[in-house]
Every structure is written in structure tokens, then in C-alpha cells.
């Protein structure tokens, strides 16, 4: 069990090559972009109580399903550490997919997680979801006036770059309760992901200290 400010939230045990990997799926980490918040930026969850199951993963609305729901509520998580997992460094993954497919869920981290028990520098590993294609990415006039950028300057479209903002900030917040340390935390992707983490590394809209490390793959 986790205990973040959204409340517990409780996960699965797999053993794998002798080692014992937690893993918990489908955390939200923002409210949910359907109704009145679809295309419109992320907003914070409330802080609540309460126990929760994170058993099951989701993707947002796309061509692929990757074996999960497909869903618009689908601004959620996932998260993979050594059993007793304590301050280890972080790894978070951002999917490629050309800005219009891809999903968390389709990258288990559980060999990832093993191989690094076995090789004594064990990590905490988290792959995000977040908005694609036009529910993700659609700029258009008549959504103009949102007031998301710097000094609450109107802008519109990258709703998914923003998501992936959010869940950072939720990671950094929270992941000492999975057993990760919010001070060591490396953002990672490859191909759309990879251009993500160079946005990242100059985006205004990212707080210091919000990851320490990036690295780039086929961005």
C-alpha cells in the first residue's frame, strides 16, 4: 500500500528471476479532462482519504488499444518498485507514439525493475498517460482564452504536454510513499517522448526541481 494526499491506494506483488517487484496501475494523478474540462488544461486533484485499488490500466482515446481501455479519463499512472523499495532513484517514462497513439500500459516495467534489484542499483520506475492527437493537441481560436501560459497569458492547444507537467508535479509529491526519492527523479522517453523531454528541459511552465536528469532517445 501507498499513502499519497489522494489517499491509500493498494497494488499487486509479482516475483520475477527471484525478485519481488510492487507495482500498482492506473493512479490518476489530475482530474479527469471530460466535460466541461475537456480541452482545457489539467487541474490538481483535491486532497482526499479514503483506500483505493490501482489495478487496472487505461490509455487515451486512439487507434491502438495496447489490450486496456480506452478512455478519456485516462490522465493515470503507473508504478513499479522493489519490494521494500526505500529513497531509490526514480525513472519516469514518457511514451513515443507521433503525439497520437501510445500508452503507459504498454511498457511493463517489471523486467525493468527486476533487472535492476539483480544488478544492485534498484529503481522505482513510472510511465504516465497523457491527452493525444486532437483531444490532446487541437489549437483552434475559439478555445483561445484558457490563460494557461506564463503571467496567465491566454494560449491554447498542448493539453498533453501540460498533462505530463501535472503528473510530474503528482510524482514529485507523492513518490517517496512507493519508496521512490523525489530528489533523484530522471525523465526519460523515446521518439514523441523524446521531443517531450527536450520541451521539458526548457519549458518555463516546469518548476526547478521538478526532475534532475533527462534522457533523450530518438527525439
Known sequence: MAQTQQGIYTGRQITINGTNVNYWNGIPYAQQPVGNLRWMPPRDLAISNGTKDANIPNSCPQIYS????RTEACLTLNVHAPENANNLPVYVWIHGGGFYTGSGAQYNATPF???SIINSVPVVVVTINYRLGLLGF???E???G???GINNRSTTGNY???DQIMALDWIKKNIASFGG???QITVGGESAGGVTITILLTSPLVANGTFQRAIVQSG
Open 66 to 69: 495496447f489490450g486496456v481501455l
Open 113 to 115: 525493475v527486476s533487472t
Open 138 to 140: 487541437l489549437a483552434d
Open 142 to 144: 475559439a478555445l483561445y
Open 146 to 148: 484558457e490563460r494557461t
Open 160 to 162: 498533453g504536454i501540460l
Open 181 to 183: 526519492n523525489p530528489e
